[in-house]
T-cell receptor
Framework: GEDVEQSLFLSVREGDSSVINCTYTDSSSTYLYWYKQEPGAGLQLLTYIFSNMDMKQDQRLTVLLNKKDKHLSLRIADTQTGDSAIYFC????????????FGAGTRLFVKA | DVKVTQSSRYLVKRTGEKVFLECVQDMDHENMFWYRQDPGLGLRLIYFSYDVKMKEKGDIREGYSVSREKKERFSLILESASTNQTSMYLCAHRRRENTEAFFGQGTRLTVV
C-alpha cells in the first residue's frame, strides 16, 4: 500500500533554516502537502504542491519535490520559536480513491 | 470561519462499551475523514466518505464503523471499545481531492 515516511525529530537554533524531509511510495501521487500541528490543536495546512511542479515558495517556506526519487522537503527560513510544532507530510493520489495518506510527523524543536 | 466540530475533546469509556464520535462541518464539503493519531505513527486513516451514505475503509478497519446519513455529519462508531483504541481521533473534511483538508481539534479517547 501507499506509505509516507519522515524522520521523527529535528532540532534547530532560532534564526537558522530548518529542512524537514519526506519520502513517499505512490508514484501516482497527485498532490503533496505539509501540515502543521501545534500542541493541543488540530492540523493546519501550511502549503501544498502539485506533482507536476518541482518547487514552490511561500514567504519563509520553500517546498522542493523530486518526483523521480519520490522525495519532498520543507525548508523554513529564519526559524522562530513559534515554528516549534509537529510537521506532517501527506499525499493524495488516485490510488485508493483520492484518500490522503499522512506521514508520522516530524517534531521540530527550536532552541532560543 | 471554518468550523469543524467534534462532539467531545476528552472521553473516557469502559472496555466493551459502544462509543459514538460525532463530527459536524458547516462548509457543505463532500469528503469527510476519520483518522486516529498515535505517537510515532502519525495519522492513520480509519474511514473516509466522499458523499452521503458513501464510505471507504482506510488502513485501520477492525473495531470501527461509520455513518454518513447527512452531508454535514460523519460519525465514527466503536462497536465494543477496547484498550488498544485509546487514541486521539481527528475528523477532517475537504471539498474535493485537490483542496485543503480542514481538521477538528480532536477527541482524546481513553478506554479503561
Amino acid at each position: 500500500g501507499e506509505d509516507v515516511e519522515q524522520s521523527l525529530f529535528l532540532s534547530v537554533r532560532e534564526g537558522d533554516s530548518s529542512v524537514i524531509n519526506c519520502t513517499y511510495t505512490d508514484s501516482s501521487s497527485t498532490y503533496l502537502y505539509w501540515y502543521k500541528q501545534e500542541p493541543g490543536a488540530g492540523l493546519q495546512l501550511l502549503t501544498y504542491i502539485f506533482s507536476n511542479m518541482d518547487m514552490k515558495q511561500d514567504q519563509r517556506l520553500t517546498v522542493l519535490l523530486n518526483k523521480k526519487d519520490k522525495h519532498l522537503s520543507l525548508r523554513i527560513a529564519d526559524t522562530q520559536t513559534g515554528d516549534s510544532a509537529i510537521y506532517f507530510c501527506a499525499e493524495t493520489s488516485y490510488t485508493g480513491g483520492f484518500k490522503t495518506i499522512f506521514g508520522a510527523g516530524t517534531r521540530l524543536f527550536v532552541k532560543a | 470561519d471554518v468550523k469543524v466540530t467534534q462532539s467531545s475533546r476528552y472521553l473516557v469509556k469502559r472496555t466493551g462499551e459502544k462509543v459514538f464520535l460525532e463530527c459536524v462541518q458547516d462548509m457543505d464539503h463532500e469528503n469527510m475523514f476519520w483518522y486516529r493519531q498515535d505517537p510515532g505513527l502519525g495519522l492513520r486513516l480509519i474511514y473516509f466518505s466522499y458523499d452521503v451514505k458513501m464510505k471507504e475503509k482506510g488502513d485501520i478497519r477492525e473495531g470501527y464503523s461509520v455513518s454518513r446519513e447527512k452531508k454535514e455529519r460523519f460519525s465514527l462508531i466503536l462497536e465494543s471499545a477496547s484498550t488498544n483504541q485509546t487514541s486521539m481521533y481527528l475528523c477532517a473534511h475537504r471539498r474535493r481531492e485537490n483542496t485543503e483538508a480542514f481538521f477538528g481539534q480532536g477527541t482524546r479517547l481513553t478506554v479503561v
